[in-house]
């Protein structure tokens, strides 16, 4: 071999060993080992280069770009041996759909490869990182990467914040337009049913907030907030419906009441009796308003009750009382009623006083 960039490393009876140094893809190709000896020993290698690609560049893309229109990006790389692969990736997640091309270079020996993303600019695509990645042997898991950044124009987005859900009479609100859009939208315009705001000293506007205050019915209505930038505007309402003010009642306090319930019986036997019953109900002070009374029918129950067991009670007394009366005896001296005198007839009834009939008087 005669070049000065292969040197002889190692010579011996049993090895022979070469370095290469600054290899190019000419230097791929068979190598043989001779050893002369009787007979010759050869021994034959062959040698494979690599081509390297060369760094990825993305071309197609022009700034900004208008929202809905197409964008195609073409990542192109060359001299990789062999062909090396190219994948797309947006916001580090990976685009699927893509074009692959593969052409082989004039020498024949390397490969350019090249892939074409294409799809529809919208608005949150705006600073998305698109990224071509080429992949190959040569490159010891270490990737080349081509990146471009994207700038999308769009029309404003608007919406509107409401600081109060129920607006009443007297109170105040505050609405607040957001808008967003590429470039920056200018300073939103308010209208109310499509005319201007009809009270400009209750309705102040603060750049994109407006502030109503002393709301009242006459302020019900459409209010509209619209934005625009050079590309386009846009614009969206909202209905304000002012409420009456809403009345909260107290809760109310109920003062215990005290209810009597009296019963007056009267029962003659020889003599009069009165027993009265009396039952007290009292309200829990603890209760809550809205509970009911005391029952009154449990209560004419009691009394029935207590009525009857005193009827009773004095039925059963003066059966007991009359059963028990003393028993009185009188006796009179027969023949008294034809004695002419008292003294003649106290005489004639002493000897007879022994065998007088006895009378039984019985008094309830």
């Not at 040197?7 to 068979?30: C, K, P, T």
């Not at 608005?123 to 490159?139: F, I, K, M, Q």
């Not at 009834?349 to 006895?358: F, I, K, L, Y």
Request: proline share 5%; charged share 25%; net charge negative.
């Amino acid at each position: 071999l005669r070049d000065n960039r292969i040197e002889l490393v190692r010579a011996s009876w049993h090895e022979l060993s070469i370095s290469v140094s600054d290899v190019s893809l000419s230097d791929e190709g068979q190598y043989t080992c001779s050893l002369f000896t009787m007979p010759v020993k050869t021994s034959k290698a062959f040698l494979t280069v690599l081509g390297v690609p060369e760094k990825p560049q993305i071309t197609g893309f022009t700034s900004p770009v208008m929202e809905g229109e197409r964008m195609q990006l073409t990542c192109k790389t060359s001299g990789s041996k062999p062909a090396a692969d190219i994948r797309w990736f947006k916001n580090d997640k990976e685009v699927k759909d893509v074009k692959y091309l593969k052409e082989e270079d004039a020498n024949r020996k390397t490969f350019t490869v090249s892939s074409t993303l294409d799809f529809l600019a919208d608005r949150n695509d705006d600073g998305a990182v698109v990224s071509c990645r080429v992949d190959h042997e040569s490159l010891n898991s270490t990737p080349q990467i081509a990146m471009q950044v994207l700038e999308i124009h769009y029309t404003p987005l608007v919406k509107i914040i409401s600081s109060n859900s129920w607006p009443e009479e007297g109170q105040s609100i505050v609405l607040t337009c957001e808008s967003k859009g590429k470039p920056m939208p200018e300073p939103v315009l308010w209208t109310k049913d499509g005319g201007e705001l009809p009270d400009p000293e209750r309705m102040v506007v603060n750049g994109r907030v407006l502030s109503i205050s002393f709301l009242n019915k006459t302020d019900n209505g459409t209010y509209r907030c619209e934005a625009k930038n050079p590309i386009g505007r846009n614009s969206t309402e909202y209905v304000l419906i002012v409420h009456d003010v809403f009345n909260t009642l107290l809760p109310t306090t109920v003062i215990p009441s005290l209810t009597t319930a009296t019963v007056t019986t009267t029962v003659a036997l020889t003599t009069s009796t009165t027993t009265s019953a009396t039952a007290i109900s009292t309200r829990d002070p603890n209760g809550f308003a809205g509970q009911t009374g005391p029952d009154h029918a449990l209560i004419g129950g009691i009394v029935a009750v207590v009525v009857f067991v005193t009827l009773c009670s004095i039925i059963l007394l003066g059966r007991y009382l009359a059963r028990h009366k003393g028993t009185y005896l009188t006796n009179e001296a027969k023949g008294a009623e034809d004695a002419p005198d008292a003294d003649t007839a106290i005489i004639n009834a002493e000897g007879s006083q022994v065998n007088a009939e006895e009378k039984k008087e019985y008094f309830i």
